[in-house]
Each structure stands twice: as C-alpha cells, then as structure tokens.
C-alpha cells in the first residue's frame, strides 16, 4: 500500500511539472533467450542489466522458454550479468542501447561454478537488432568526432540514407549550418535543416518530424524549423527513423529522435569553444565584381556541460551515489550576420524634387526608363509640375537608402549593399535522474533558449529588388520544453512506462523603431480605404521583380499584437502517453496511447497597412518613369486589406496500439502491431469562420469597398 501511495505521489507530481508526452526515441527493450552448451533452454536464470554511466541496476529471471526481457530501458550502455547454479557467470560489457531499439542478446553458458566468469566485449555479445525498422542513428562518439558547422545536430540528416538536396539545380541546400535560430527564416537566410532543405524517400517537403525526449519539437505552423536546437554536445544520441517503425512509435513517416545526455555516478564535465571568423574566409566572386567589401560574418559558441551524482553536504543522502543524478549544459550563440548581397535601383536626391531629365535618369542605371514623350509634352519639359507632386508620396519615397554606386552595363544598380546585424541565442538544457527504487526510475528533462532575430529588410521572406526597411523587426523568440517520465517494474515480466511532455514556441515581431514606420511620425496622412487605424505605412516601390523601382516592403498583422507582440506566433505542445508491457512465454507484448493538443496561434499578414506598387508597364496612365509615378502616386496597383483575422487554432490527436515481439526461435523473430489514429480536424477556437460568397447578398450598388456586400461569414 506505501509503494502505491508513493508511486501515486510521483505521479501527482509530474502531472503538475509537465502537461506532454511522447515514449518515442526514450526507452529500449533487451532480449535474448539463454542455453546451455546443448542448446536446451535455462530457465529461471538471474539475469542483472546494469547503467555503466549511473551503476543502477534491473534484474529478472528466465522463463520456462529461458526467455528474458529488460523493457523501458533508458538509452546508454550497459553490462549484462547472467548467473545459474552449475555454470559459470556471464557478462557481456558495452552493451549499447538506443531510443526506440529492440535489440537481441543470445546468452550460452558454460558449465562450471558461479565464481567462475565468462566475460564477452559487446562485439562478442552481438547485441542485433530485434526488428526491422530502417534507421540512422549517431552516439556520442559520433556526435563528438564528426565535423558539422554549427552545433545543430539535425544537421547531420544531409548524410542520412535516402535524404537528398530539395534545391532544384543550385546542387546545394538552402541551409548551410552557419545560423543558429530558433526560426526557420532569416534575413540572412534559411536557419534549419527542416525548412525545405532536403527531400526524403520521395515524401513531401516539409513532412519530417522531430521529436526530444518524447516532447514533440517542431513548429505545428509550418513544420520547417528546429526551434528547440538538437544540441550536439548535449546530446547522447541523435536519430533519424525512415520507414518500418514499430507500432509503438508515434508521429512520422519520417522522425527525427534525440536524448539528452545523463548523469553519473562520477562526476565530468567539459567547456568548448567554437570561432568562425570573415576574416579566415576567401570573399566571394560577386562582392569583389561589384567591389563590395567582404561580409563581416562572425560566429562565437562558448559554452560547457556538467553532471554527475546530486549530493546534499552534511547528510548522508545519495551517499552510495545511486540515487539522484543531473546533467546541465549552456551554450551562448554570438553571431554577426548578412543579408547577403541587397541590389536595387533607388531614386536620387533630385528625383525627389521633380527632376526627371536624361542626365538624371541616368544615373538610375540601365535599368531606369526616361519619361514618355505624352509626358514631356504635358509638363513642358522633363520637371515634374509642383501641383503634381504628392508630399505624402515624397515623405515615403525618403525612406529609401541612398545611391551608393555608380552602375554599369554589368552591375546595373546604384544601392549594392550587405546588411551587417547581431543575433544572438543562449541556450540551456538539463535532466536530472532519480531512482526512486530498483523498480521506479523518473527522469525530467528541460529545454530553454532565448535569442533576439532581427530583420533588417523584411520578416520571414524577402523578394529581388527588396531593399532595409525604414526599422528593422526585432524577433524576439523564445522556446521551452520539458519533458517527465515514470517507468515502474512492477514483476520481471510486467513494467510501465509513462512519458509527459509539454513545448511552447513563441515568435513576437515588433518594430525596433516604431516611429520610423509610423505614418504621422513619417508624413504620411493617407488613412486608406478602410480607415482601420492601422499606424504603420504602406509598403510602396515595385512588385518585387526585377523592375524599376526598389521595394519597401512588410506586411501587415503588427497591430494585432501590440507593442510587445507585434505580428506575434505562439505555438502549445502538451502530450501524454502511456505504454505497458508484458511478458508471455516469448511474447513480448506492449499496449499503449497516447494523446497530444496542438495550438497554433498568429495574425494573419496581410496589407491591412496598404501596398502601392508602381510599375509602369501594368499602368496606362503611366510617365514612363516608375519613381515618377511615385512621386505623384500614379499606382498601377494598390491593395489594402481590411483587417488581419487572428488563426487561433488547434486540433488533437488521439492514438492506441497494440505490438507483439514473439521470438519464435533465436535467429527468428515476428513483429506484428496495430496502431489507430484519429486526428481531429483544425478547429477555429476565436470563432472567425470563413468568408462565403452569397449572390443573394449581392447588390450592385454596396459591391465597391469599404462594403463588399455578397459576402457572409
């Protein structure tokens, strides 16, 4: 009654600690049957499984069919110990035990006493692999000795079987490993591996799932990024599964898997530092064509790791160091970035006062476009009439950089430049073990990073001819995850795992400076076609072509978050699954759910501040020059959307499986599982509904804006 109280209690409380879940990549399972040198079976043989890191031990006795089983075993290394009255003890060292791994030891004993030793390395011991799940997996070895840029261990899925670059004929991947980021996207370009950078077994982009610690770790929104960092120096296993998962396994049809490293019964600890530096590279082709200087890209990762046993001074707790183990790693992220090479046209200083003339013009470029004859003719000449230029376009039109070269045939653009910004990012990571008995384990994982993204051009994406914004958007994003599990050995043939998890995304996108994107601040008094008090000012240039006129460009959606949201992005993982286990002759058989709600919640970005475009070959009424159109707010186009509706969304999963491991012989072993899913669709938790289209509701006489009768929600 006492143990079930206190199994209750720790249960209680992980409940409280963490809300989600998910057993996949955490724990594995140890087979094997033993006999003796006649090949007849060993029942009822003592057979000890023991944590080489922690010194803990499990143990269990052979059944009638000299079967044994070792369930919801943790990922690490492991000796195993078999001892029978009338043979000689065996122990088989290095036993490696990954995530989600059924894996098969064989034990032939030799006669002769028990104070006689038998000892096998684990090469010897041949710990196979019981199933036929396609994987790829890296330890700690790996991940420590194999040369990757940055420290995001996903990086590694580019030399993973069956994955290929998805980057049409560049040959190359959109992410190079540089960045460090909580996002996908960056002004100085991809931040994750996930984000369109590689395809896999002919699946679609973007269908990988990532997984730390049973917590579900990507971003539900898009599924293109790794917003908790698979860190590899803190890391005891990284792993890739493909195809033929067992039924036990949640998510796919291709996952990403890590565990956090442990700690022991020894302390150990480590520190690292890792420099990249502009000054060691070689400048590229374009930057010395154009005779731009070199970007000033710097990257600096101190950081370091401890664990080992948690003892209290002055008392006698966890003494024998078996009983409370943590491990703690941070690591800081100091990078300077570019955007990269910005080309565009932008107009000169007397451009802006009217003056269109050749010689003016020309300094545009080859791609600027002198005044259409109609035109000189109406004006009198190339300068544009005082009563046609429009202040509110000429306070816009003031945003743009200055010219800062002199185009030619061959770089035919007066603003060539490379933005240099910071982003920074720390992340720290710790678990702690606690053993509460020889048959209660817990294990509490946590996650937490922290960075500030900016966007010196545009958020999220960016487009050819695209120029800094008047402010840049300061992405101030953070992620927490956390992770609780409970495994319980209730007889040698009976254990229950149980795994909560719980993972929040936030990404709040302000403007550094709000000022300087505030229409009165600015000089921009149009209200715009809806008068939605939208304070932030149109986006205006070209279409984001190749065109004449450069592009100032964001979108809307910043109102809906405010001050300190801005167009924000929240993202909830909670889950919780259970698994249980039992031993039947040679069946292993485990039955389990499991449960997870997703929340997405972000404005939608649509122009509810306005977008003037300016293209002089989609306008009849065109000068012929697009920043003489500009300037009088000659638009080809202007869209405006009324307001941005908040996607708060979710929807939840619900799954139960039942999987049999039966060893027909040694060398034979059938895996049969059935796994039910039922996904919920999205649903609309703010209750905005959707726009439809009733002719009834139409009326020739409201269809212009701001009304647009015909339509109902």
């Known amino acids: 009654m006492l143990k079930t109280a206190k199994l209750a209690s720790c249960l209680g409380l992980l409940l409280l600690l963490a809300v989600n879940t998910q057993a996949q990549g955490i724990y594995a399972t140890l087979t094997g049957i033993v006999t003796d040198p006649s090949g007849s079976v060993v029942p009822q043989a003592r057979v000890v499984l023991k944590d080489a890191l922690s010194g803990s031990e499990r143990e269990t006795s052979t059944n009638n069919e000299g079967y044994y089983t070792f369930a919801s075993m943790p990922v690490g290394t492991y000796t195993l110990t078999v ?10 060292d290095s036993i490696g035990l990954g995530g989600g791994e059924q894996r098969d030891v064989d034990v032939t004993l030799a006669v002769g006493t028990t104070t006689q030793t038998v000892e096998v390395s684990a090469e010897a011991a041949v710990a196979t692999i019981d199933s036929g799940e396609k994987s790829f997996a890296l330890t700690t070895k790996e991940l420590q000795n194999f040369t990757q840029v940055g420290s995001n261990a996903a990086e590694y899925i580019k030399i993973t079987p069956g994955f290929s670059i998805e980057n049409g004929t560049a040959n190359k991947a959109n992410y190079s490993g540089q960045t460090i980021g909580i996002n996908a996207n960056g002004d100085s370009g991809s931040q994750s591996p996930l984000n369109a950078a590689f395809s896999y077994n002919g699946l679609p982009t973007n269908t990988l799932d990532i997984v730390a610690d049973g917590a579900h770790v990507s971003d539900p929104g898009c599924n293109c990024d790794t917003p908790v960092n698979p860190n590899s120096d803190f890391l005891q296993e990284f792993k890739v599964l493909t195809s033929n998962f067992s039924a036990e396994t949640q998510k796919g049809p291709a996952v990403i898997t890590s565990v956090t490293k442990a700690g022991g019964s020894q302390y150990h600890g480590s520190g690292f530092f890792s420099a990249r530096n502009h000054a060691l590279n070689a400048n590229d082709w374009l930057n010395n064509f154009t005779h731009t200087p070199q970007p000033a890209d710097v990257f600096y990762y101190p950081g370091g790791s401890i664990g080992g046993p948690v003892r209290i001074p002055g008392t006698g707790f966890n003494k024998n160091r078996d009983k409370l183990f943590f491990f703690a790693g941070f690591e800081y992220f100091y990078q300077v970035l570019d955007t990269g090479l910005l080309q565009a046209i932008v107009p000169t200083a007397n451009e802006l ?37 429009d202040p509110n376009m000429v306070a816009l039109m003031k945003l743009y950089p200055q010219a800062n070269t002199t185009p030619t045939a061959g770089s035919p653009y007066n603003y060539v430049q490379s933005e240099i910004f910071n982003q920074n990012n720390r992340q720290f990571t710790t678990r702690v073990d606690y053993s509460v008995s020889d048959n209660t384990k817990i294990f509490v994982r946590y996650n937490y990073q922290r960075e500030v993204q900016l966007f010196p051009v545009g958020l999220w994406w960016r487009q050819s001819d695209q120029v800094p914004y008047p402010s840049p958007i300061e992405g101030k994003n953070r992620s927490d ?15 229950n795992e149980v795994v909560m998890a719980y993972t929040y995304v936030g990404f709040p996108n302000v403007f550094a400076s709000p000022s300087k994107v505030a229409r009165a601040t600015v000089g921009y008094n149009y209200a715009g076609l809806f008068k939605n008090s939208v304070a932030q000012i149109p986006s205006f240039g070209g279409n984001g072509g190749s065109g004449e006129a450069a592009l100032v460009f964001n979108p809307g959606g910043f109102e809906a978050g405010g001050a300190s949201a801005g167009l924000y ?60 159109d500009e300037l009088a707010g000659n638009t080809s186009n202007y869209t405006e959307t009324n307001f941005n509706r908040i996607n708060d969304i979710s929807y939840n999963t619900v799954e139960g499986f039942v999987q049999d491991s039966w060893k027909i012989r040694r060398k034979l072993t059938v895996e049969l599982g059935l796994r039910l899913t039922h996904f919920s669709p999205w649903v609309d938790d703010e209750n905005f509904g959707y726009s439809v289209f009733d002719k009834a509701l139409y009326q020739s006489s409201c269809a212009a804006p701001p009304t647009f009768c015909g339509f109902e929600w």
């Not at 995850?481 to 254990?495: A, N, Q, R």
Request: charged share 10%; glycine share 10%; aromatic share 12%.
């Open 83 to 92: 001892v029978v009255k009338g043979f000689q003890t065996y122990k088989a």
């Open 353 to 389: 006062t009217g003056n269109f003339s050749p010689a003016e013009v020309a300094k545009e470029g080859p791609g600027g476009n002198a005044l259409n004859p109609a035109t000189v003719a109406a004006w009198g000449g190339t300068q544009m009439p005082a009563n046609l230029i």
């Open 481 to 495: 995850s956390l992770t609780g599990t409970i495994t319980h050995v209730f007889s040698p043939t009976m254990t």
């Open 569 to 628: 992005a929240d993202k909830w993982m909670p889950s919780v699954s259970d698994t249980f286990t039992k031993v039947v002759g040679t069946h292993t058989v485990k039955a389990g759910f499991f449960y997870e709600w997703i929340r997405n919640a972000q404005p939608a970005n649509n122009d509810t501040n306005g977008y003037l475009q300016f293209v002089p070959s989609a306008n009849v009424d065109t000068y012929g020059n697009a920043y003489a």
